[in-house]
C-alpha cells in the first residue's frame, strides 16, 4: 500500500502563490507517475498537473505558465508551485501517484483565492 500526504494549502490573494507537498510513504518501488488533481466546488475532478518517472510533464491548459510540478531527489515527494493565482483556482488538491497500474490518492487539501 502506499499513503500520500498533501500540505501547503491555504488562502491567498488573486495573484499570490502557495506551494504545495505531497509525501508519498508505504511500499513503494517506482511511480510511473505523480500529479495534482482538483475539485473546484460543485464540479468534477480535473487533472492540474503531472510528471512522469521520465520527468516529462503535462499541465491542464487552465494553469501553463502559472503552475510548476517537481518532484524531490528521492523520488516519494511531488510539489507543485503555484504562481499568480485566480478565484477560479479555488479547489481541493489532491496528489496522485501511479505505480504498476495502481493510482493512488491522498485525501485532498484546500486552496482558496480570495481577496
Known amino acids: 500500500q502506499v499513503q500520500l500526504v498533501e500540505s501547503g494549502g491555504g488562502v491567498a490573494q488573486p495573484g499570490g502563490s502557495l506551494r504545495l507537498s505531497c509525501t508519498a510513504s508505504g511500499t513503494i518501488f517506482s511511480f510511473n507517475s505523480m500529479g495534482w488533481y482538483r475539485q473546484p466546488p460543485g464540479k468534477q475532478r480535473e487533472l492540474v498537473a503531472a510528471i512522469t518517472r521520465d520527468g516529462n510533464t503535462d499541465y491542464a491548459d487552465s494553469v501553463k505558465g502559472r503552475f510548476t510540478i517537481s518532484t524531490g531527489s528521492m523520488k516519494n515527494m511531488v510539489y507543485l508551485q503555484t504562481n499568480s493565482l485566480k478565484p477560479e483556482d479555488t479547489a481541493v488538491y489532491y496528489c496522485?501517484?501511479?505505480?504498476?497500474?495502481?493510482?493512488?490518492w491522498g485525501k485532498g487539501t484546500l486552496v482558496t483565492v480570495s481577496s
Open positions: 496522485n501517484a501511479n505505480q504498476f497500474g495502481v493510482d493512488y
